[in-house]
């Protein structure tokens, strides 16, 4: 007497059958479509970036900074002047968090104008603050913290100059940097004050 063989109730996957299955063949004009998507996205990634800069120019709150230069020279890209600014590095006592933030927390800086009309850090956030008159704030990323102090990143700190302007620059003891900060956050640098001091 014979036994029976087992059956199974499905039907043998192309990998049970030892091969497997090819992709689906797209058709010329589907590739081109895929093509024209993809151009069509960097292209409007590239505008994007383009109109958000010049409408944090055109729609942000200005404010100048001060600042001095330091290491002026990009082999690759040419002169130009890293930044530290007064607001770079503040002290402790103006954290209003409730713990110290911890490095590359995210921070926000409220700063108000002087009488010389540039502006100072009034106190440092660990979320966005509400701003009155005058008053701006800036973005940054903490990069350390000790007991006295906190040191802050802005994405500010390098700015490109004609070929032969750093070296000029780094011998200024300050400067006067013009930020635009757009209300969504985003800031860059408008404008360096480079008349002698």
């Known amino acids: 007497m014979s036994v029976p063989t087992p059956t199974s109730s499905h039907p043998a996957t192309p990998r049970e059958q ?5 992709l689906p063949d797209l058709s010329e004009g589907s590739r081109r479509r895929g093509m024209r998507w993809l151009v069509l996205a960097q292209v409007l990634f590239v505008l994007g970036v383009a109109v958000a800069g010049y409408a944090t120019a055109a729609l942000g709150r200005t404010v100048v900074l001060r600042t001095r230069p330091v290491d002026p020279r990009d082999l690759l890209y040419g002169d130009y002047v890293n ?11 103006l954290w209003r968090g409730p713990a110290m933030p911890r490095r590359h927390d995210a921070a926000y ?4 104008p002087q009488p010389d009309g540039t502006y100072e850090a009034a106190g440092l956030f660990p979320d966005k603050p509400a701003v009155t008159g005058r008053q701006a704030v800036l973005r940054a990323s903490v990069q350390d913290v ?3 102090g906190i040191r802050l990143r802005y ?5 490109y100059v004609p070929e032969g302007m750093g070296r000029k620059l780094e011998q200024r003891q300050s400067l006067r940097v013009q930020v635009s900060i757009a209300p ?3 800031a860059r640098i408008t404008k360096v004050d480079m008349s002698p001091e």
Not at 83 to 92: D, F, I, K, N
């Open 18 to 22: 030892g091969s497997v299955a090819p």
């Open 83 to 93: 930044l530290r600014y007064h607001v770079s590095e503040l002290p402790g006592s």
């Open 109 to 112: 800086v409220l700063l108000e």
């Open 146 to 148: 000790w007991r006295r």
């Open 155 to 159: 994405g500010l700190e390098r700015y």
């Open 184 to 186: 969504w956050g985003q």
